[in-house]
Each structure stands twice: as structure tokens, then as C-alpha cells.
Nanobody
């Protein structure tokens, strides 16, 4: 399984970006997915997760109401729409997937089997 994250870049505070994660070697309808991020000097932290069907989503308190995760099981893609970006959102963003088999602890890295390489998001004026 390979995950390719893209869509990062430099954006001004208040702006928007959409991250994409392309999966190959896996059928995403059988996987839950998530985005994590790691800011300079910080531990990697969970941002958002979505179940295998795409019908249930989870968000960290810091992004709730601003970010939206979605999944296209036909195109084998996971997205993260990020609006109202703040400087504290600056980080490398990673996508990850885990094989669905029941409830999972969406914020725990150990739940995820495959990780993308990360894409850098910089929010600055």
C-alpha cells in the first residue's frame, strides 16, 4: 500500500487549502483514514479521521468547524479541506489508513497501517 499526500503550500492566515491523499495498492472502501500533523518541535498529533464508508468523521478540538475530511472510495482518495487557516496550523500533514474491522481509536497512530510521506502547510502573512 502506498499513500501520496499533496496539496500543501504557503497560505495567508484566514485562507484555505485542500490536501489530497491518493492510495494505491488498497481499496479504500475497506479502510478508515486519517490526517495527522507535526509542527516544528512538536509531537505528531491527530487532526481528523473518517470511517470506511465515509459516513462518520472525527476532528480534534483545534480544527473542528474549520476542517472537513472526506473520502472518495471510487477514486481511492482522501481529502482534507482546511478553511480559516491560522499560523498554528503550520505543520507537515500526513495521511494514514487502517483496515476497517470495527471501532478504532482514531487518534492513536498505532491504529494505522500505512502512512503517506507528508505535505507541508505553512500559514503566514
Amino acid at each position: 500500500v502506498q499513500l501520496q499526500a499533496s496539496g500543501g503550500g504557503l497560505v495567508q492566515p484566514g485562507g484555505s487549502l485542500r490536501l489530497s491523499c491518493a492510495a494505491s495498492g488498497a481499496t479504500l472502501e475497506n479502510y478508515f483514514a486519517a490526517w495527522f500533523r507535526q509542527a516544528p518541535g512538536n509531537e505528531r498529533e491527530p487532526v481528523s479521521s473518517i470511517n470506511s464508508s465515509g459516513g462518520r468523521t472525527y476532528y480534534s478540538d483545534s480544527v473542528k468547524g474549520r476542517f472537513t475530511i472526506s473520502k472518495d472510495n471510487v477514486k481511492n482518495m482522501v481529502y482534507l479541506q482546511m478553511n480559516s487557516l491560522k499560523p498554528e496550523d503550520t505543520a507537515v500533514y500526513y495521511c494514514a489508513i487502517g483496515h476497517a474491522g470495527g471501532p478504532w481509536l482514531w487518534g492513536m497512530e498505532a491504529e494505522y497501517e500505512s502512512w503517506g510521506q507528508g505535505t507541508l502547510v505553512t500559514v503566514s502573512s
